[in-house]
């Protein structure tokens, strides 16, 4: 753990990568742009956004057919943007896995017509250019199969045990049946260790969601990664403050000195939405990203800044120009 938190805090630039099924729909549903759906504007909310069912989701997902040069091409620019890790969305908030798992029959293999394993082509790709690897896992929500259907339940034992539920992230509309437990014993734990047990030199896992995790859930999630591969860190997020790291919230730099004896990281969008919205035409500028990134450096933590490829796999035009430009100057100036 020791070695992997040394090389954490000396790495200062990742990528983030927010990648899947809503990526195809560019974060617009028959016609309608998200910003009129409920919840975050981001386009990875799709589902949440439009209540899609998720039997219609699943049947939204079987187009979901990326070019396999994707990964290649993304270990390549994370490589030139000068960054030093990547973290991919192994599984988002809709439930569906990237990789091909044992656990869930909504995933690459099984879901779509796309016959690889992404998380692995991009492991093999990032490995190649000498990056570290990390996969994103919402493990607190999966409105596919994350058992919503016993929020009730699990509000009501929460409230009387006075801990806060958030409804915000839970599939309210068309919940599975199954009860949020059994979603974590049959899917959740089973997916981190399968990812673990799979990417031998994985280095960094970043849970996401805490919503109905209980204390000693989070600390099964932690305690399971540590027992299967120490050298794996893991970010705050798995909740209850565990994990190895904190973060200063989403798009912002911590004060001064508030986080100096710690180990951090912020993550960014270049644009607004973290999943591909072809509409989303707010990029910062090179100047502005390179000025976030030596102000997060700076003050001691790592900058993970996001793409989100389109359904293809494909990195928007002004968001590759922005970070080569970035490349530019982090090759010149801030190469260890
Ligand atoms: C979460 C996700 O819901 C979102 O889709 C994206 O993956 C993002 C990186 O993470 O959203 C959050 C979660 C926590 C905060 C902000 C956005 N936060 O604590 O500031």
């Given at each position: 753990k020791q070695a992997a938190l040394a090389w954490f805090k000396d790495a200062r630039f990742g990528m983030f990568i927010h990648w899947g099924v809503y990526a195809e729909a560019a974060?617009?549903?028959?016609?309608?742009?998200?910003?009129?759906?409920?919840?975050?504007?981001?386009a990875e909310w799709l589902m949440n956004a439009f209540q899609i069912s998720r039997r219609e989701y699943r049947e939204y997902a079987k187009g979901f057919l990326p070019d396999p040069s994707f990964a290649v091409n993304i270990a390549r620019l994370a490589k030139e943007t000068g960054m030093k890790y990547v973290v991919i969305t192994a599984k988002h908030h809709d439930g569906f896995a990237l990789f091909d798992s044992n656990h869930s029959e909504f995933d690459i293999t099984d879901a779509t017509n796309y016959s690889g394993d992404l998380i692995r082509e991009l492991y093999d790709a990032c490995r190649a250019e000498g990056l570290e690897f990390g996969v994103y896992y919402s493990h607190g929500n999966d409105w596919g199969e994350g058992g919503d259907g016993n929020y009730a339940n699990v509000k009501a034992r929460n409230d009387s045990l006075g801990v806060p539920t958030r409804e915000q992230g839970k599939n309210l509309w068309d919940p599975s049946p199954t009860d949020h437990a059994d979603y974590l014993k049959n899917k959740?734990?089973?997916q981190i260790t399968e990812l673990i047990q799979r990417l031998p030199d994985l280095r960094l896992i970043w849970f996401d969601g805490e919503g109905l995790i209980t204390e000693k859930q989070a600390f099964d999630f932690y305690k399971l990664?540590?027992?299967?591969?120490p050298s794996i860190i893991i970010n705050r997020r798995v909740g209850y403050d565990f994990g190895d790291y904190v973060d200063a919230?989403?798009?912002?730099?911590?004060?001064e000195n508030d986080l100096a004896d710690k180990h951090f990281e912020t993550c960014g969008t270049a644009n607004h939405s973290w999943g591909y919205k072809a509409h989303d035409h707010q990029?910062?500028?090179?100047?502005?990203?390179?000025?976030?990134?030596?102000?997060?450096?700076?003050?001691g933590g790592n900058y993970l800044l996001n793409i989100g490829p389109d359904?293809?796999?494909?990195v928007p035009q002004p968001c590759v120009e922005r970070f080569l430009e970035m490349g530019q100057w982090v090759h010149t100036n801030a190469d260890a």
């Open positions: 974060g617009s549903w028959k016609g309608t742009r998200i910003e009129k759906g409920q919840g975050p504007k981001v959740a734990y089973p990664v540590y027992e299967l591969n919230g989403d798009n912002k730099t911590p004060g990029w910062k500028s090179s100047n502005q990203l390179l000025r976030n990134f030596v102000d997060i450096v700076s003050k359904g293809k796999g494909r």
